[in-house]
Nanobody
Framework: QVQLVESGGGLVQPGGSLRLSCAAS????????MGWYRQAPVKQRELVAI???????TYADSVKGRFTISRDNAKNTLYLQMNSLQPEDTAVYYC???????????????WGQGTQVAVSS
């Protein structure tokens, strides 16, 4: 089994910052891409940012210049530094990882349980 556990969410005022973390644990041979997604009320889940195993990054236009995704491969941990937060960033943020549990396994998608981020004055 593979578990992803997010942390770091909370309530912040507009213009504030938060740092999300996602720790992957369990039977892990390797982790390919990792990413952050978010889902606001009555909206579909959307990509926030992804990072490859080599460190290449992609961001949604709405967060470019404000959010930074990073990962620590030695710790199997993903991060999202969020600056200049705005009310429209309010959502449940989910961690995603593409994981092989053993060498010959086809990579599988795993999701965390989500962490709430609320931006409000």
């Amino acid at each position: 089994q593979v578990q992803l556990v997010e942390s770091g969410g909370g309530l912040v005022q507009p213009g504030g910052s938060l740092r999300l973390s996602c720790a992957a644990s369990g039977s892990i041979f390797s982790i390919d891409a990792m990413g952050w997604y978010r889902q606001a009320p009555v909206k579909q889940r959307e990509l926030v940012a992804i990072i490859s195993s080599g460190g290449s990054t992609t961001y949604a236009d709405s967060v470019k210049g404000r959010f930074t995704i990073s990962r620590d491969n030695a710790k199997n941990t993903l991060y999202l530094q969020m600056n200049s937060l705005q009310p429209e960033d309010t959502a449940v943020y989910y961690c995603n990882a593409v994981v092989r549990r053993f060498l010959t396994e086809r990579p599988r998608n795993y999701w965390g349980q989500g962490t709430q981020v609320a931006v409000s004055s």
